[in-house]
Each structure stands twice: as C-alpha cells, then as structure tokens.
C-alpha cells in the first residue's frame, strides 16, 4: 500500500455511502454523521492521519455540509458530513485530534453547528456581541441582511 | 487557587501589525495557562468572495495577507485552475515559484528584525530591514510594486521576467547569499540571542503533531513535513531542495530553520533561473468555472496554506475556504507559553511569525495578588529586555 491509497481500508470503505477519487492526491469521502467518528478514529489510528489541514462548512440549502481535511503525505482526504439546518450538531473530533478545536469552533461560530464533546464553543472568530441567531456564511444571511440586523433596522 | 489572568492584545503582540488577544494566567512570573481570542480582525473575505467572480477573488485573496499574498494567490489560482482543467504554461509555473521564495525570503528577513528588536537587539533589526530591501527591489523590478503583487492570472501569470530582471535579480541574490549567511553565523552564535532563544518556547514533536502544527513552527520541532515536497505545485517537483528540520523544539531552533530557509529559497531560485523554460506565460481562461470541488496547498512563508473551492457552473465561487497557517500554529502557540516566564511571552509569540490580520494589550492574572492589570507590547517587551539584561 503507498501512501496515497493508505486511506483505503475496512474502517473507511465500508462506512461511506460515496467515494470519489478526484485525483491521486484529492480524495473526497460522504459519510453519515452516525459513522463519521468511527472513520476519523480507524484513519488516526490504524492509518497516521493524525493532520487535520481545516474543517469547512458549507451551506447547501436545507443542510449544511462540513468537511474535514485530513491530510498524509500528499493525499488530501476529505470526509463530508451533512447535518440539517434545524438541529445542526455532530461529535466533535478532538479527543482523537486535538488540533482540530479551534476549526471546530471557526465552524460553529459561522454556520451554528454544535461539536457535542468540545469543551469550548465561546466565540472565536465573532465579537462577543454578536448576535447568537446570525451564522454569516448561512445562505440566508446576505451581507446586507446582517448588516441590517446588526444596525437594528 | 485562581491565578492572575493578564491579558495581551488585541493588538498584535508581537509583530505590531494585528490583533489577538491572549488572556495569560500567571503564578508570580511564570506562566500557567493562556487562553487566545481572535475576531478582532475577521474581515469576512470568504463571504465577501461569495459575491465576486473567479477573476476579481484573484485581487481579494491577494489581500488577505500583506506579506504571504503570493501563497494566497498561488492556492486559489491552483484550485480554479484545477475546476477549470486549464494547462499552465511551464514558464508561468516557473514565475510563480521564483515570486513565492522571493516571498519567503522578504518575509523571513521581515521576521528576523521583528524578533531581534523583541530581544532588544535593534542593530540586528535595522541592519536585516535594510538588507530586505535587496528583496522588495527584485520584487519591484518584476511586479511593478513591493507588496501585493497582483503578478497571478488564473492561466497563468501577469508579466514576464525581463533578461535585465533577471541579470538583477542575481545580483542581488549573491549580495543576499553573503549577508544571510552573516545573520546565521550571529543568530547560532551571538550571546543575546542564544539568552532570549534556547529552550524558550518549547513544542515536543509529538505535540506539535497532535496540535497540527505547520510550516516552520513544526519543522523547529523535528518533524519533516513541507507542503513543496509532500503535495508539489508549480515548479517544485523539478526543483531540488532540502526540507529544514532542527531537532531543538525552541524558539532558538525556529529562529535557525528560518536563517537556513532563506538560503534554500536562494538555491530554489537561481535553479529555476537556470532552467527557466520559454514559451508563453498565460493562457486564457472562461469566466464560468464548471460544478465541482478543489482543495489547493501551499507551502506558505509560515507554512501550510489551503484553500477549497466549491463551484456551481456560475462564475462566482459557491464556497471559497481559506486557512491561513497562522490559525493552524495557534494552538501549539498556547502549548509554548507553559511554565515560560512573563518575560519570554514576546519571543514566543513572534516564534510562530504570527500573522492574524496581529496584539497590543495583554491581561495579567495573578491568584496569589488577586491582580489584574494590562500591559501594551512595548510595555511588555521594554520589561522583558530589562527582566533578562539583570541575568
């Protein structure tokens, strides 16, 4: 096995429900948000993918997609979880990868996903007084509708 | 026991640019723990690049840094690129690379005066500040301006290199060679440094692995990880290097995988000179960039650099993520304070060349004095030299 195919295995493939190979070095991976950690955890520990590069959240209409980039050697894997709007929560990772707490809390800080087992969501990248109901990359925040909200008109 | 929260920042605490703000809980003079707090600076860009097209994002991710914009700009161009199956020109590649160590080189002095003015070493300062300029020179003669260079096109790149450019840029590369390995000889062996530097700041490989360290920060701890070799772009899968790793985990070690990188970006340089290929060095590119998804890295002045591109067949980006090395150091940054006293917080911090978008004030908390009080960087950095000068 190289490096760049040490993503394959049991612990991953029989767990995702889509798996595209975008280029040697791109791998992209959905998983549902029941499975996802088991992944993460075979992939830490059976296989060395102990970086995670970012998390990025991505609003897709009814649901919002987070993605977790880990990275070995070249290989970039994505793993895509989608959790919906209205009860956007998923485990979070950083009892298996301590790096990943602050892009946890850069994702609840602008979609409103909540990483059950972070020990600290306070905001990050917000100000502290910042409107709890405002995600600013949700679709249905415009700029100018924040900008309205924040200015109380 | 509470211990005395002192706060540092939000402006930058360090390098005088931007803002965090660190809250430090001290016992007496040493550290115990530290909590950051970033979003004094969050400017919104991948929001803002929901509403711009492929092409003007290229001129707002050249913005998100002053000094690394060419990482920036490298990675994004790299995954439209990608979206768009678009071949670019060998020699652009080449332009890219020469641009992006160029880069690295003017950050890496910018960074070696900014932390020798920390210790108090001001002639260390200003002598390296002036040397920088051999590089802004390069950097004007190619570009037409000194920072944000704007040389990226998606296809390729915006000017060419000139056979006078690049009789200059030689020039000034040997000048550089010879001065740099000055600043080496001073920073290994210069009394000052070594005081303020050895066994500061440390970050244990295993820690800066689990804490996903990056860049030269990871590298200072022993761990061999270089976006350039591991996920080659533009031209460095032809280009032969060395990745810098030294083994001291300190801010002394950081200080010296920095003076030998430069070095490198010198030798990386002059070997993409030597072989610079012909040929154009653009070419055209659609506005509309078919659905898909990309994810780029860069190695970045102060490590690895990602950006992830969602498209939608429109020619705005449905999604454009950015993660600048700086967010990714911060973690294992709070780890180095630890049992370090208050007078080394500077030191630490500039060790990660932190680039927030940078911290001023800092909060003290001290139990045993149920204390809390303030203290701007220079404050904090005039006690420190003073603190160290009575040892």
Same mark, same amino acid.
């Given at each position: 096995?190289?490096?760049?195919?040490?993503?394959?295995?049991?612990?991953?493939?029989?767990?995702?429900?889509? *798996?595209?190979?975008?280029?040697?070095?791109?791998?992209?991976?959905?998983?549902?948000?029941?499975?996802?950690?088991?992944?993460?955890?075979?992939?830490?520990?059976?296989?060395?993918?102990?970086?995670?590069?970012?998390?990025?959240?991505?609003?897709?209409?009814?649901?919002?997609?987070? *993605?977790?980039?880990?990275?070995?050697?070249?290989?970039?894997?994505?793993?895509?979880v989608?959790?919906?709007?209205?009860?956007?929560?998923?485990?979070? *990772?950083?009892?298996?990868?301590?790096?990943?707490?602050?892009?946890?809390?850069?994702?609840?800080d602008?979609?409103?996903?909540?990483?059950?087992?972070?020990?600290?969501l306070?905001?990050?990248v917000?100000?502290?007084?910042?409107?709890?109901?405002?995600?600013?990359?949700?679709?249905?925040?415009?700029?100018?509708? *924040?900008?309205?909200?924040?200015?109380?008109? | 026991?509470?211990?005395?929260?002192? $706060?540092?920042? $939000?402006?930058? !605490?360090?390098?005088?640019?931007?803002?965090?703000?660190?809250?430090? %809980?001290?016992?007496?003079?040493k550290?115990?723990?530290?909590? !950051?707090?970033? +979003?004094y600076?969050?400017?919104?860009?991948?929001?803002?690049?929901?509403?711009r097209?492929?092409h003007?994002?290229?001129?707002?991710?050249?913005?998100?840094?002053? &000094?690394?914009?060419?990482?920036?700009?490298?990675?994004?161009?790299?995954? #439209?690129?990608?979206?768009?199956? #678009?071949?670019?020109? @060998?020699?652009?590649?080449?332009?890219?690379? &020469?641009?992006?160590?160029?880069?690295?080189?003017?950050? %890496?002095?910018?960074?070696?005066? #900014?932390?020798?003015?920390?210790?108090?070493?001001?002639?260390?300062?200003?002598?390296?500040?002036?040397?920088?300029? &051999?590089?802004?020179?390069? #950097?004007?003669?190619?570009?037409?301006?000194?920072?944000?260079?704007d040389?990226?096109?998606?296809? +390729?790149?915006?000017?060419?290199?000139?056979p006078?450019?690049?009789?200059?840029?030689?020039?000034?590369?040997?000048?550089?060679?010879?001065?740099?390995k000055?600043?080496?000889?001073?920073?290994?062996?210069?009394?000052?440094?070594?005081?303020?530097?050895?066994?500061?700041?440390?970050?244990?490989?295993?820690?800066?692995?689990?804490?996903?360290?990056?860049?030269?920060?990871?590298?200072?701890? +022993?761990?061999?990880?270089?976006?350039?070799?591991d996920?080659p772009?533009?031209?460095?899968?032809?280009?032969?290097?060395?990745?810098?790793?030294?083994?001291?985990?300190d801010?002394?070690?950081?200080?010296?995988?920095?003076?030998?990188?430069?070095?490198?970006?010198?030798?990386?340089?002059?070997?993409?000179?030597?072989?610079?290929?012909?040929?154009?060095i653009?070419?055209r590119? !659609?506005?509309?960039? $078919?659905?898909?998804?990309?994810?780029?890295?860069?190695?970045?002045?102060r490590?690895?650099?990602l950006?992830?591109?969602?498209?939608?067949?429109?020619?705005? !980006?449905a999604?454009?993520? &950015?993660?600048?090395?700086?967010?990714?150091?911060?973690?294992?940054?709070?780890?180095?304070?630890?049992?370090?006293?208050?007078?080394?917080? $500077?030191?630490?911090?500039a060790?990660? @060349?932190p680039?927030?978008?940078?911290?001023?004030?800092?909060?003290?908390i001290?139990?045993?004095?149920?204390?809390?009080?303030?203290?701007?960087?220079e404050?904090?950095?005039r006690?420190?030299?003073?603190?160290?000068?009575?040892?």
């Amino acid at each position: 096995m190289t490096a760049d195919e040490a993503w394959r295995g049991a612990g991953l493939e029989e767990r995702a429900t889509a *798996i595209k190979v975008q280029s040697r070095r791109r791998v992209f991976v959905d998983l549902a948000p029941v499975d996802f950690k088991a992944v993460v955890a075979w992939l830490v520990t059976e296989r060395g993918f102990t970086h995670v590069a970012t998390v990025t959240g991505i609003d897709v209409g009814s649901e919002i997609e987070v *993605i977790y980039h880990l990275a070995h050697g070249a290989l970039v894997l994505s793993l895509r979880v989608a959790v919906s709007k209205e009860e956007p929560t998923l485990p979070s *990772i950083v009892d298996l990868v301590p790096g990943a707490t602050f892009y946890e809390r850069e994702v609840h800080d602008l979609f409103g996903v909540a990483f059950e087992g972070n020990p600290d969501l306070s905001p990050l990248v917000l100000p502290d007084d910042w409107p709890s109901e405002i995600h600013p990359l949700r679709r249905e925040w415009p700029a100018d509708r *924040i900008h309205r909200r924040l200015e109380g008109t | 026991m509470a211990f005395t929260p002192i $706060p540092v920042g $939000p402006q930058h !605490p360090a390098l005088d640019l931007e803002s965090v703000n660190f809250t430090f %809980h001290v016992d007496g003079e040493k550290v115990v723990a530290v909590r !950051p707090r970033l +979003g004094y600076m969050h400017r919104g860009i991948e929001k803002l690049a929901e509403g711009r097209t492929y092409h003007q994002n290229l001129y707002l991710v050249e913005r998100v840094c002053g &000094i690394c914009s060419q990482a920036h700009t490298i990675c994004y161009a790299q995954a #439209v690129e990608e979206l768009l199956e #678009v071949e670019v020109p @060998d020699r652009a590649l080449y332009i890219r690379t &020469i641009m992006a160590e160029l880069e690295r080189i003017q950050n %890496h002095y910018l960074w070696l005066g #900014v932390t020798a003015h920390q210790m108090g070493f001001e002639t260390l300062f200003m002598y390296t500040w002036r040397d920088r300029e &051999i590089v802004l020179k390069m #950097v004007e003669e190619v570009t037409g301006k000194r920072v944000n260079y704007d040389i990226n096109y998606l296809g +390729g790149v915006r000017r060419d290199l000139t056979p006078e450019a690049i009789h200059e840029m030689r020039k000034g590369l040997d000048q550089l060679a010879e001065r740099t390995k000055y600043y080496t000889r001073v920073c290994k062996n210069e009394r000052t440094v070594l005081k303020r530097t050895v066994d500061v700041g440390r970050l244990s490989p295993k820690d800066a692995e689990a804490l996903c360290a990056v860049g030269p920060t990871l590298r200072a701890s +022993g761990v061999k990880r270089d976006i350039r070799a591991d996920d080659p772009y533009a031209a460095y899968e032809e280009t032969p290097f060395t990745v810098i790793t030294y083994e001291g985990c300190d801010v002394a070690s950081r200080l010296w995988v920095r003076c030998d990188e430069i070095q490198e970006s010198i030798r990386i340089i002059r070997h993409a000179l030597d072989t610079l290929p012909g040929g154009e060095i653009s070419v055209r590119v !659609p506005r509309a960039v $078919p659905a898909g998804e990309a994810i780029s890295r860069v190695e970045a002045p102060r490590g690895e650099n990602l950006h992830y591109v969602r498209a939608d067949g429109s020619e705005n !980006p449905a999604r454009l993520k &950015i993660r600048a090395p700086t967010l990714a150091n911060l973690l294992p940054l709070c780890t180095m304070f630890v049992d370090m006293n208050i007078a080394d917080i $500077p030191l630490i911090i500039a060790g990660i @060349d932190p680039c927030i978008a940078c911290a001023e004030r800092m909060t003290f908390i001290d139990p045993r004095k149920t204390a809390q009080w303030s203290w701007s960087s220079e404050e904090l950095r005039r006690r420190s030299v003073q603190w160290y000068r009575k040892r």
